[in-house]
């Protein structure tokens, strides 16, 4: 059989950094074709050069036997390559309808839009791809996993042959990812090439039919999945065997350092209470939507708190602001790095700065000696893959954007540090310094409130956790104890059999 898509000897280099170096792959009819590989491995450089965003610097295209070259995504497109990225590229306030045929809205002969017959052809898409939603509505009234599902059938509307999703399950729940997952395989059996980048191997190993493994830029190898085990792609992945994921819990908790009493937060009749202890790594669990992102901000001061009380270190304190938290050592990783986390436009050496930008001063002006060194120990402490400290962080791979994330609110020294999704949308390897790093942290005394929609993450790192649900604590385990059934159980209303 001819290769639907078939890459060959592609290159790409940027100021700096050898992207891809003689990259191959080939994508048949109908297959769901994974792409992994660490943070920076050049996933998504390739995936960008197949979808017409990037031109190589070297190599060819084949589209169904043919020579291509693509002169824009929208050429691609034309074509019959479409891409769904892992930020969705949807205009929020717009319907779903409008989103679905931007630019190619039925107008009648005055250049008036036909609406009626827009929401007809819409809602046929939408029902070709099972999805119960109004066209009618904006966009940004939609669960993420609905405007997924809006962002695909934007693609399919066009008779795409080929479909690219990156990271496309990173903010979806375990359901909407199954029902994801179970859409992706029906496009698979009307013919559709699927190209599927995802960090997350238990989902590679259910969906997938071949896999394509990247390594700093350069091609690795390509299995079926079938003949193949998650530990061999690990190492496949990083040229390692990486060991254990998750570091050894504390064998000893210190004395209370943060105390939540009734706490209330804006739009919530829901009053919570807990404690956090010195050298405690606290998980909080719960499905999407369950109210823990809330709370976490508003312990950060970035949401009112209503009513109830906040004691740290033996003495109640008013949170009132992002900025009075910092000054009591709270630091708070967010769960969308760059729409909340980082300066994108801005260099790594400013990102790690922006928390104490007045112990990098003097006199009201920046003293670039310190700045350049606070940068430079962020760096060396942190591992992160960067030319200089002068690099954009928008040019960093995920991973290496998530550890200086991460260096910002160290540079604090913070007593307190709450991560939100601390790893996702990062590899493996990426994953296992973050989660190290955090255990660290914990041994120095620190105390960690980490969120993760990842139940493996949550149990593998956490001393206790508690289980949120409709804004509210509705369970609580010792690591011991806990279970993924349980947590599900709890965060979801079912009663225990």
Not at 89 to 103: H, R
Not at 122 to 134: E, F, P, R, T
Not at 412 to 417: G, Y
Request: proline share 5%.
């Amino acid at each position: 059989m001819q290769p639907l898509l078939k890459a060959s000897g592609i290159s790409k280099q940027f100021p700096g950094t050898q992207a891809l170096d003689n990259v191959s792959l080939e994508l048949m009819p109908g297959e769901i074709h994974a792409v992994i590989g660490e943070n920076g491995a050049g996933k998504s450089t390739l995936m960008k050069i197949l979808a017409g965003v990037l031109s190589p610097d070297s190599g060819t295209i084949e589209f169904e036997g043919k020579p291509v070259t693509f002169l824009n995504p929208h050429d691609a497109l034309m074509k019959g390559i479409a891409i769904v990225y892992q930020e969705l590229s949807l205009v929020p306030p717009l319907t779903v309808a409008e989103n679905i045929f931007p630019g190619r809205l039925p107008t009648n002969f005055l250049g008036m839009v036909r609406y009626g017959a827009l929401f007809r052809d819409a809602k046929q898409v939408l029902d070709n791809l099972n999805a119960n939603i109004d066209p009618r509505v904006p966009v940004e009234m939609l669960s993420i996993a609905n405007q997924q599902l809006v962002e695909i059938g934007k693609a399919l509307s066009l008779n795409c042959k080929v479909l690219i999703l990156d990271e496309p399950t990173s903010a979806l729940t375990d359901h909407e990812t199954e029902l994801l997952l179970k859409l992706l395989r029906r496009l698979a059996n009307e013919g559709v090439g699927i190209l599927y980048i995802s960090h997350k191997l238990n989902e590679i190993m259910s969906l997938a039919d071949r896999v394509t493994v990247l390594r700093d830029g350069k091609y690795v190898g390509t299995d079926s999945i079938k003949g193949v085990h998650p530990d061999d792609l690990i190492r496949m992945m990083v040229g390692r065997d990486l060991g254990v994921l998750f570091p050894q819990k504390s064998k000893q908790i210190g004395t209370p350092l943060l105390e939540v009493k009734n706490v209330r937060i804006a739009g919530s009749d829901a009053k919570n209470s807990f404690r956090l202890y010195h050298g405690e790594v606290l998980g909080l669990a719960g499905l999407i939507g369950s109210g823990r992102t809330e709370l976490a901000r508003a312990l950060f001061g970035a949401e009112p708190i209503v009513e109830g009380e906040i004691i740290l270190n033996g003495e109640e304190v008013k949170v009132t602001s992002p900025k009075r938290a910092i000054e009591l050592g709270i630091g708070y990783l967010p769960e969308d790095r760059k729409a909340a986390g980082l300066f994108l436009e801005m260099s790594l050496k400013l990102n790690v700065a922006a928390t104490v930008i007045d112990e990098v001063s003097s006199g009201g002006f920046v003293v670039g000696s310190k700045e350049r060194k606070l940068a430079e120990e962020a760096v060396q402490q942190l591992d992160i893959s960067t030319p200089t400290i002068e690099q954009e962080i928008r040019r960093l791979s995920g991973g290496n954007q998530q550890k200086a994330l991460v260096a910002k609110w160290l540079a604090i020294k913070p007593k307190v540090l709450i991560v939100d999704e601390p790893t996702r949308g990062i590899d493996v390897g990426a994953k296992r310094e973050i989660h190290f790093l955090l255990r660290t942290l914990a041994e120095t005394g620190v105390g960690i409130i980490m969120i993760s929609s990842e139940l493996p993450e949550v149990l593998g790192m956490s001393d206790r956790i508690l289980v949120m649900r409709e804004g509210a604590f509705v369970a609580e385990y010792s690591s011991s104890e806990a279970t993924e059934e349980k947590i599900i159980r709890s965060a979801s209303g079912q009663k225990s059999e």
